[in-house]
């Protein structure tokens, strides 16, 4: 039965493919994408025309339907950390509980087939992935092209930077040397110095835009640095300016094999954005809100995504997949890998990968991965075991009782593509995430800044509150 559920989902999005086509006769949340039709290869121009629509479409929505209820609050929403609970604009990405992550009302299938690639029938570049996100376009090759070079030119690190991550122990978490190497890059933030100069609040979005577009070309650089120095005895490998965005990230931390930059080019798009209600993507729009700049944002979003409850699970995942070859071999019956699921959970730990805070299908996005790996490394062992957890684990989380969503999620398998081409530390994996999250949360603090969002500032209460409140409503 899971084998015939796994391929009724693959069918499924092998059929939103041919529904690229379809995309104008979409829905208003779909309206605005559309296939480049411009010539113009500078995206801040692409830009410039397309906020003042936005703006006025925000205005028209406030003073229309300002008033309009978009739904019921309850109290398992407030103590169970607001899911469901609908109270963010969000642009760059829309995510469903049964279809999975759309970026500007794209799947990850149809993105697969009409965003440039670096080659005939390979995989996103994420410099397109970036130009639609921002623009709700589709952009030609010659678009993308240009845009990788705006983010060769911007990529030049001060040595400060490399000071600061130096300053601690090597043994520190690579998130931790991640993040304060971005924390120093915050000393050229474009946005900080137009604020202390006066810029008018309809500007805003500029500076913000020149910040998160150097911060987007140069978190690789930093990360690369920090794999190095961890793990390669700081022998740091220089940028490539001939390479697009994920081929020279991947030739950075020193892996230049064909399929591992077509795998990096995946997975930056993949990870790119998850809609604004996750705790990185939701932090970096809190923490925006404010008015700080793009790299106390995005600083702030990598200490979120740095919990084991959110990117940090990817490196769970591997590491768990791996003690189960230490402890059962490689060659593990269903039986016997039952066994083991049964034993993570009655221990009280989770099986890593597994279940999602808004999904109730597979992950698209654990789909592409897995089409990746039946392409590139279907002999691998790990992604020969990957592939019986995806029958075995549904079913005993299904009889757990207690999931309300047995299915793998992106953590489950990319762990295993990233060892088979020798980028085995595990511990740097939360780091691949970031670098990709910088793509999305950098889109919406623009148009944050440029349609003039507000502080987020919820109401909380307190348990007395809620007590009087719920003994109120129940006795009216």
Request: hydrophobic share 40%; charged share 20%; net charge neutral.
């Amino acid at each position: 039965m899971i084998r015939m559920v796994f391929f009724r989902s693959v069918s499924a999005l092998s059929r939103l493919r041919s529904r690229v086509g379809q995309q104008s006769s979409l829905s208003n949340s779909v309206r605005w994408i559309q296939m480049q039709s411009s010539t113009e290869l500078d995206l801040k121009s692409q830009l410039q025309e397309l906020i003042p629509e936005q703006q006025d479409r925000l205005k028209k929505l406030k003073s229309e339907h300002g008033k309009v209820q978009l739904g019921n609050i309850t109290v398992d929403m407030v103590i169970g950390g607001m899911r469901g609970m609908t109270g963010l604009l969000w642009e760059t990405s829309l995510l469903d509980p049964e279809e999975g992550i759309r970026f500007r009302g794209l799947s990850i299938p149809e993105c697969q087939k009409v965003l440039p690639a670096a080659q005939s029938g390979g995989e996103p570049l994420p410099e397109g992935l970036l130009w639609l996100l921002l623009t709700g376009k589709v952009p030609s090759k010659e678009q993308v092209e240009a845009l990788s070079k705006d983010l060769a030119s911007r990529a030049a690190v001060p040595d400060y930077v490399y000071n600061a991550i130096d300053a601690l122990p090597s043994t520190a978490h690579p998130m931790t040397q991640f993040a304060s190497g971005v924390m120093a890059l915050q000393v050229q933030s474009e946005f900080q110095k137009a604020y202390e100069n006066g810029i008018h609040k309809t500007k805003f979005w500029e500076p913000t835009y020149e910040d998160c577009l150097n911060l987007i070309a140069r978190v690789p650089v930093v990360a690369a640095y920090v794999y190095r120095r961890m793990y390669k005895n700081g022998d740091s490998i220089p940028s490539d300016k001939s390479l697009d965005y994920g081929a020279n990230f991947s030739h950075m931390l020193g892996f230049d094999d064909d399929k591992m930059k077509e795998l990096m080019r995946l997975y930056i798009t993949i990870h790119s954005d998850h809609e604004g209600g996750n705790v990185s993507a939701h932090t970096g729009h809190l923490v925006g809100s404010a008015l700080s700049d793009p790299y106390l944002s995005f600083a702030a979003a990598l200490n979120g995504l740095a919990g084991p409850l959110h990117g940090l699970a990817n490196q769970e995942v591997l590491l768990w997949i791996k003690s189960v070859v230490e402890e059962c071999g490689e060659n593990i019956s269903k039986d016997q890998l039952k066994e083991y699921v049964w034993k993570t959970l009655n221990s009280g730990k989770v099986v890593p990968g597994y279940g999602h805070g808004v999904l109730r299908k597979t992950d698209p996005r654990y789909v592409c991965q897995r089409e990746f790996a039946l392409k590139h490394l279907p002999d691998d062992p790990l992604f020969q075991l990957v592939s019986k957890l995806y029958e075995v684990v549904p079913p005993v989380l299904t009889e757990l009782g207690k999931v309300k969503n047995p299915w793998p999620n992106v953590d489950a398998h990319s762990g295993v593509l990233l060892n088979h081409y020798g980028l085995t530390e595990a511990r740097y994996y939360t780091v691949l995430f970031g670098v990709s999250r910088s793509l999305g949360i950098c889109s919406q603090l623009i148009w944050d800044r440029a349609l003039g969002l507000a502080l987020e500032r919820p109401k909380s209460v307190t348990m007395d509150w809620l007590d009087a409140y719920c003994k109120k409503a129940s006795s009216a």
